[in-house]
Every structure is written in structure tokens, then in C-alpha cells.
């Protein structure tokens, strides 16, 4: 089969609700992938940072063999050997009292959505239905209704109401507006500690400092979204120890199997996780012993191989390469280990056009909006892949 039978299949067959690049993926190791005819590439998305540890690492992949063939689901109707080894390694890493597992970041979204509103309503005395969530504009948490409920973004939610009532926006990275916007029944705040999805924006210095304190003073749980963030990539194991702060609750997913499989975890340094009674959430899969396994070897790969300390050492050689490309196109190079992102003026036809010229360049990444390109290679890359992508990107964006 030749690369356009593979997209003739998926366009007549599958719902077109994402618009890739036409590059078909066969194999891929660390920070390389190949196409269905062979062709190299490095891949500076890393699957929206799901595949930190780099493709197909050996240790994660040896973890999820052995355990596939012992044994994957149990579901919680009974205990496995695997989840309690997860929790309690999760909890001394993080510094987490309670951990509550589930499989799509949406869905660890959507589980403290219902912990803190349940523990606004038996510990902060919010009367019945009426909790309060405040959240940020241009966030990104997911796709469930409830999550696109409070989306600011117009193709996110156009033509997918009623909504979840609850929530209320206010914007970015302004901790007044968080201030102005609390009221009795505000039970948490949810909010990303850079907001990957909108491009990479990071907030004002002390912004987390200051909206810790908010929460604080009122009775408010802290809710960081570090989906995309957390597991080393912006330079350290979560985003909120660039603040020095701890979330009451931290959400983590993706990078969370190394990319082998869908595992999140909510984490709560409170008590707020404990509010849970048996029956009153669950997941088919979540927690199940293969899961468990992969998150265990990818957190092991993380800490061991010493990819935190590297993703902050390669990110600065990054971002200093971007830094130095001079084309009057470029409006903003903005980052943090190796999140990073290249803003594009919008003379300049968008970001979409460098992506597909990048592709040919042999480098994988990804518009996000019209005019932003984010580069977030595995956490594994060494100084000359830098150096490499940096030639690359160099020439198509000087070009
Ligand atoms: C990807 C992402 C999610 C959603 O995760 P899924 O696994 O796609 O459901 C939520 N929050 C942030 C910040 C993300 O980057």
C-alpha cells in the first residue's frame, strides 16, 4: 500500500474530526519515527507529550509484555497486585496523599469536577446544586460535554449544547479577575499552569503564588491541570515547582504510560479525594494492573534516566536556538524546558504551511491555533537532535 491508500481508508471510512498532516507512521525509537516508505523524522510533538520517554522505550515496553501476559484487567471489583505499588510510588513522588486513577485526561478532569463539587456541598456547606468552579478563558481540559461546557473556544463548543451549568470564566493568568470573580459557592479553581493547547502562554511571574493564597483565604481548591505540563516536561516533575507551590489537586495523563497506553490520575493533597464513597465513581479500566505496570516503568524511565534535569538543559539549548533566527515573521518565541512555542505574525500565512514544509524537512510538529508553532520533542533528545531540529527549523523559517 502507498502512503494515499492509507489516507483514501481513513478519510472514507473514519470521522474527519482531526486534520493531520499527511504523513502515515509505521515505527518509531526516542525521538525518531518512520513512514510507510521509510522516511526519518523527528517528532517535536511527542503526541501532545504523552511520549515524554521518548517512542517505544524498552523498559516501558518490557513492563507492558510481561504484565500483558500475566494478567491486564481485573477491574476494582477485586484488588490487583499492581495498583497499591502505583499509588504509593505516585504519592512519594508527587508528595500526594491520595491518588484516584482513570484512563483519558478528560476523565480525570471530569472526576475533580465531582469531588470538588461533592466536598463543596458535605465539608464547605454550599448549598445543594449550587457549587461553583471558576476556570480560565482559552483553557484546554478536554472534550466531554461538561468540559466544553466552560471551552471558550467556538469549534470546541458550536452545535454541542445544552451545557454544563457550574462554571465560570474569567481570564488567564490574572489573579484579580480570580479574586473579583469568588463568591460563597465557589468551590475550586481549575486552571492550567501553562496553557499548552492555547500556545504555549505562560502566566504573569507569582501568578500561582498569588492564586494559592486566593484559595487559601477562601476555602477554595486549587485544581492544576498538568495533563500536559507535568512529568518533566517544562524542566521539572510538575509545572507548579517553577512557583514553589503544591495544587490541592493535580491532574496528570498522558506522558503519565510513556505513551503506551491511556493512564490519568487525579492527586489530591487533601482530603478531598477521601470525600468518595464506593459507588459513587469508578471506571471499567481504570487502575487495571496493565496500566499500572506501564506507569510504573514510565515514571521509574522519568526519574532514573534523569529526563526531568534534561528536558531543562536541552530546552534552554532549544530555546536559544529559536531565539536566534532572525525573520521578521517570527512575533514571539516563548517556553519552558520543552514546551516551546514559535509565534508567527499573521502576515505570515499562518503556522500551518511551516508545519507541512517542516514535515518535508524531515521534523514532525504541529500548528496550534492559526499562527503558533509548539515544539515538544521527547524529554530524551540529545544536544546534537537539538542542533539538528534547530538547522531544520532555521532553514524553513528563514526561507
Ligand atoms: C490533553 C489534555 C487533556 C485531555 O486529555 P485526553 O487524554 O485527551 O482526554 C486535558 N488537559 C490538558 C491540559 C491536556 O493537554
Given at each position: 500500500m502507498k502512503p494515499q491508500d492509507y489516507i483514501d481508508l481513513e478519510n472514507r471510512y473514519g470521522a474527519q474530526n482531526y486534520k493531520p498532516l499527511d504523513v502515515v507512521l509505521s515505527k518509531g525509537e526516542g525521538v525518531w519515527v518512520w513512514d510507510v516508505e521509510d522516511n526519518r523524522y523527528m517528532d517535536c510533538l511527542?503526541?501532545?507529550?504523552?511520549?515524554?520517554?521518548?517512542?517505544?522505550?524498552p523498559r516501558i515496553v518490557a513492563a507492558l509484555q510481561e504484565q500483558a501476559e500475566r494478567l491486564p484487567l481485573t477491574s476494582r471489583a477485586f484488588r490487583n497486585d499492581q495498583l497499591g505499588l502505583l499509588y504509593e510510588e505516585l504519592c512519594r513522588l508527587t508528595n500526594s496523599h491520595k491518588v484516584l486513577p482513570m484512563n483519558s485526561g478528560a476523565e480525570a478532569v471530569e472526576t475533580a469536577i465531582k469531588a470538588v463539587?461533592?466536598?463543596?456541598?458535605?465539608?464547605?456547606?454550599?448549598?445543594?446544586?449550587?457549587?461553583?468552579?471558576?476556570?480560565?478563558?482559552?483553557?484546554?481540559h478536554?472534550?466531554?460535554?461538561?468540559?466544553?461546557?466552560?471551552?471558550?473556544?467556538?469549534?470546541?463548543?458550536?452545535?454541542?449544547?445544552?451545557f454544563t451549568p457550574g462554571f465560570r470564566v474569567i481570564p488567564f493568568g490574572d489573579a484579580q479577575a480570580f479574586e473579583q470573580a469568588i463568591t460563597p459557592h465557589t468551590v475550586a479553581l481549575l486552571v492550567e499552569p501553562i496553557q499548552g493547547e492555547a500556545g504555549v502562554i505562560i502566566p504573569p511571574e507569582g501568578y500561582l503564588r498569588r492564586v494559592r493564597e486566593l484559595c487559601d483565604t477562601h476555602g477554595i481548591q486549587l485544581i492544576l491541570d498538568e495533563i500536559q505540563t507535568g512529568l518533566g516536561r517544562t524542566g521539572k516533575l510538575l509545572a507548579e515547582e517553577h512557583e514553589g507551590i503544591e495544587a490541592d489537586i493535580t491532574l496528570i495523563g498522558k506522558a503519565l504510560s510513556g505513551g503506551l497506553y491511556p493512564v490519568s490520575a487525579v492527586?489530591?493533597?487533601?482530603?478531598?479525594?477521601?470525600?468518595?464513597?464506593?459507588?459513587?465513581?469508578?471506571?471499567?479500566?481504570?487502575?487495571?494492573?496493565?496500566?499500572?505496570?506501564v506507569a510504573r516503568a514510565a515514571?521509574?524511565?522519568?526519574?532514573?534516566?534523569?529526563?526531568?534535569?534534561?528536558?531543562?538543559?536541552?530546552?534552554?539549548r532549544f530555546m536559544k536556538g529559536l531565539r536566534a533566527i532572525a525573520n521578521p515573521a517570527v512575533r514571539d518565541v516563548r517556553g519552558r524546558g520543552l514546551?516551546?512555542?514559535?509565534?508567527?505574525?499573521?502576515?505570515a500565512g499562518g503556522a500551518r504551511p511551516y508545519c507541512e514544509r517542516l514535515k518535508e524537512a524531515g521534523l514532525l510538529c504541529k500548528e496550534t491555533h492559526e499562527n503558533t508553532i509548539r515544539f515538544a520533542p521527547p524529554l530524551v533528545i540529545t544536544a546534537e537532535q537539538v542542533d539538528w531540529a534547530l538547522e531544520r527549523i532555521s532553514s524553513v523559517l528563514s526561507a
Amino acid at each position: 500500500m502507498k502512503p494515499q491508500d492509507y489516507i483514501d481508508l481513513e478519510n472514507r471510512y473514519g470521522a474527519q474530526n482531526y486534520k493531520p498532516l499527511d504523513v502515515v507512521l509505521s515505527k518509531g525509537e526516542g525521538v525518531w519515527v518512520w513512514d510507510v516508505e521509510d522516511n526519518r523524522y523527528m517528532d517535536c510533538l511527542s503526541a501532545y507529550s504523552a511520549v515524554n520517554q521518548g517512542h517505544c522505550h524498552p523498559r516501558i515496553v518490557a513492563a507492558l509484555q510481561e504484565q500483558a501476559e500475566r494478567l491486564p484487567l481485573t477491574s476494582r471489583a477485586f484488588r490487583n497486585d499492581q495498583l497499591g505499588l502505583l499509588y504509593e510510588e505516585l504519592c512519594r513522588l508527587t508528595n500526594s496523599h491520595k491518588v484516584l486513577p482513570m484512563n483519558s485526561g478528560a476523565e480525570a478532569v471530569e472526576t475533580a469536577i465531582k469531588a470538588v463539587r461533592k466536598w463543596g456541598y458535605m465539608e464547605k456547606g454550599v448549598p445543594e446544586n449550587q457549587a461553583e468552579i471558576i476556570v480560565c478563558a482559552n483553557n484546554f481540559h478536554g472534550r466531554t460535554i461538561s468540559i466544553v461546557s466552560f471551552s471558550t473556544d467556538s469549534g470546541a463548543r458550536a452545535g454541542f449544547g445544552p451545557f454544563t451549568p457550574g462554571f465560570r470564566v474569567i481570564p488567564f493568568g490574572d489573579a484579580q479577575a480570580f479574586e473579583q470573580a469568588i463568591t460563597p459557592h465557589t468551590v475550586a479553581l481549575l486552571v492550567e499552569p501553562i496553557q499548552g493547547e492555547a500556545g504555549v502562554i505562560i502566566p504573569p511571574e507569582g501568578y500561582l503564588r498569588r492564586v494559592r493564597e486566593l484559595c487559601d483565604t477562601h476555602g477554595i481548591q486549587l485544581i492544576l491541570d498538568e495533563i500536559q505540563t507535568g512529568l518533566g516536561r517544562t524542566g521539572k516533575l510538575l509545572a507548579e515547582e517553577h512557583e514553589g507551590i503544591e495544587a490541592d489537586i493535580t491532574l496528570i495523563g498522558k506522558a503519565l504510560s510513556g505513551g503506551l497506553y491511556p493512564v490519568s490520575a487525579v492527586l489530591s493533597n487533601t482530603e478531598v479525594l477521601g470525600i468518595l464513597r464506593p459507588g459513587e465513581h469508578g471506571s471499567t479500566f481504570g487502575g487495571n494492573p496493565l496500566a499500572c505496570a506501564v506507569a510504573r516503568a514510565a515514571l521509574n524511565v522519568l526519574v532514573e534516566e534523569g529526563l526531568i534535569a534534561n528536558a531543562e538543559l536541552m530546552g534552554q539549548r532549544f530555546m536559544k536556538g529559536l531565539r536566534a533566527i532572525a525573520n521578521p515573521a517570527v512575533r514571539d518565541v516563548r517556553g519552558r524546558g520543552l514546551l516551546l512555542a514559535v509565534e508567527l505574525d499573521p502576515s505570515a500565512g499562518g503556522a500551518r504551511p511551516y508545519c507541512e514544509r517542516l514535515k518535508e524537512a524531515g521534523l514532525l510538529c504541529k500548528e496550534t491555533h492559526e499562527n503558533t508553532i509548539r515544539f515538544a520533542p521527547p524529554l530524551v533528545i540529545t544536544a546534537e537532535q537539538v542542533d539538528w531540529a534547530l538547522e531544520r527549523i532555521s532553514s524553513v523559517l528563514s526561507a
